[in-house]
């Protein structure tokens, strides 16, 4: 998912938001056609070119065994005939025998942004979770269009996208708003000057889900054994939707609310709650571990040496660089994710101790990592791309400040911020489309749906409502607990019951409720 504010990207993060869409045109139905026949066409060619597989390029950190390849799309499924972009795939084959093997397991970790090309080294780092699934498929990671060497798109200059300090995500007068407003509209026009009009307009999630397809056919696989989540989810229900006889399998962990009046101003506004609510979880378990943190005994307390370290970072930004934006950033990685409790707290836990240098290090953006802050730059521009040209938004800036400021009142942890990083759909450059409307279709097979209850960046209510819109899904839900992305978590109840499903097909008869995974130790 990808959150943060406008111009920070938050690691791994999704999501974002609109109006509700109307019943599709008679025009509309007549493109979706002509992109379903594009599809068709693409996945032919595809099938019958395979993939040409090599050790990987040096730079791309995917040793051997791990090998990878080059999948060729059209830009635009309409005109399937016309430019081609080059998609990066990657894999490593099951570690069990050839009886053993079911086919290929490909995955996308979110965003929309993420690459999934570290999916194979799962298996080369033995990764205890997925041993025996990998005994029984390849491993299937891809770039997404326009993430990392899928033709790669932009929306600013990386270098000025992660310089700090920037402006406090909270407003203070009506002159911060309308600051934060230019900033957001001067980012839609980049994206169009960067990325290009032909480009930018075919950037979307139905658009990936048949880049899917495409891979499914190069891989040489009649149905595809899918693992989506956190924007990954949406990307699944988006493909089962399309495809529904080429599922095979499909897990979707973390579930974007696939509702189109959700996609995607809605899907903010509601994470904004959430994300509330979990920041609270863990404020009170640096309140519990206050032996080991000395942040206070109760939540009320690590609330207030919060709210004061952020007041300290506005008046004179620590280091110089870490302003409330910055500190936004890297404590929003507590809420998304457990493993994240231990680290943050660890930090905010020296700074009040006297040491500044350890905050500076976590929050500061390293102005040398070129590379990555030119992958950063590119996770939100594609983030921002697919979501603003997904859906409408509104472009009321009465209906955002109205919105944002009621949300804020009572949530003001990540309000503001997610505002700001959303608002470039308001004046977005290139038409904006009508989201699919996800459904059960002939030929899918049961899907297994993972959620935990407290999750911040996914609200659970999005995984009952893909369950009850996918006929004969079952869901798997983590009680009381709320890291973003629960299959890889060890988690005995979860776990074994993914093994099953992904290696027999199997469910349960009803759904089922697991108690949490065990909570980090200080």
């Known amino acids: 998912m990808a959150l943060g504010s406008a111009g920070v990207l938050v690691t791994a993060t999704l999501i974002a938001g609109a109006v509700a869409a109307p019943a599709a045109s008679a025009d ?165 000057d960067r990325t290009g009009r032909a480009m930018l307009q075919q950037m979307t999630t139905p658009n990936t889900a048949r880049d899917l397809d495409v891979i499914r056919a190069a891989l040489g696989e009649k149905k595809i054994n899918y693992l989506g989540v956190s924007y990954g989810t949406y990307l699944g229900a988006v493909y089962g939707t399309l495809f529904p006889g080429h599922v095979r399998r499909m897990v979707v962990d973390s579930v974007v609310n696939p509702d189109r009046d959700n996609i995607w101003y809605e899907a903010n506004l509601n994470q904004d709650i959430a994300f509330e609510g979990r920041w609270k979880d863990w404020e009170d378990w640096v309140a519990k571990n206050d032996a080991a943190f000395h942040l206070g005994t109760t939540r009320d307390a690590v609330q207030a040496k919060w709210l004061q370290l952020r007041a300290t970072a506005k008046k004179n930004p620590i280091g110089g660089v870490v302003g409330p934006a910055e500190l936004l950033a890297f404590f929003q990685s507590a809420p998304y994710y457990d493993s994240s409790w231990v680290p943050v707290a660890t930090v905010f836990s020296k700074y009040v101790a006297g040491d500044t240098q350890a905050l500076v290090d976590a929050a500061a953006p390293d102005m040398s990592d070129i590379a990555g802050n030119i992958s950063s730059e590119n996770g939100n521009a594609v983030y921002t791309a697919v979501e603003c040209t997904d859906a409408k938004w509104p472009t009321s800036w009465r209906k955002w400040d109205r919105d944002n400021t009621r949300l804020n009142a009572q949530y003001p942890f990540l309000t503001w911020s997610n505002a700001w990083m959303n608002l470039p759909c308001a004046t977005w450059p290139v038409k904006q489309q009508t989201p699919v409307n996800v459904r059960t279709g002939k030929g899918l097979p049961p899907v297994l749906i993972v959620q935990s209850t407290r999750d911040a960046a996914t609200p659970y209510e999005g995984a009952v409502e893909l369950h009850q819109r996918f006929q004969g899904s079952r869901l798997i839900t983590e009680k009381d607990a709320g890291s973003h992305g629960v299959t890889g978590l060890v988690n005995p109840c979860i776990n074994d019951r993914v093994d099953t499903y992904l290696l027999t097909g199997r469910v349960d008869r009803t759904d089922v409720t697991c108690g949490p995974h065990a909570t980090p130790k200080p």
């Open 28 to 192: 509309s139905r007549q493109g979706q056609d002509r992109e379903a026949r594009g599809a068709a066409i693409a996945a032919a060619r595809a099938a019958e070119a395979g993939i040409d597989w090599q050790d990987c390029p040096a730079d791309w950190g995917l040793a051997k065994p791990i090998q990878c390849g080059w999948v060729s799309v059209p830009l635009d499924y309409a005109d399937p005939y016309g430019k081609q972009i080059k998609l990066a795939v990657d894999r490593i084959g099951n570690t069990g025998t050839p009886q053993e093997r079911q086919g290929a397991l490909v995955y996308n970790p979110g965003g929309p942004g993420g690459s999934g090309l570290r999916f194979p080294a799962r298996v080369t780092s033995k990764n205890p979770v997925w041993a025996n699934v990998a005994k029984a498929y390849d491993f299937v990671g891809f770039d997404p269009r326009g993430v990392g060497h899928s033709a790669p798109i932009s929306c600013m200059d990386p270098q000025e996208y992660v310089k700090a300090p920037k402006m406090d995500p909270v407003p203070d007068s009506e002159a911060d708003k309308l600051a934060q407003r230019k900033l957001a509209r001067e980012y839609a026009d980049g994206c169009l």
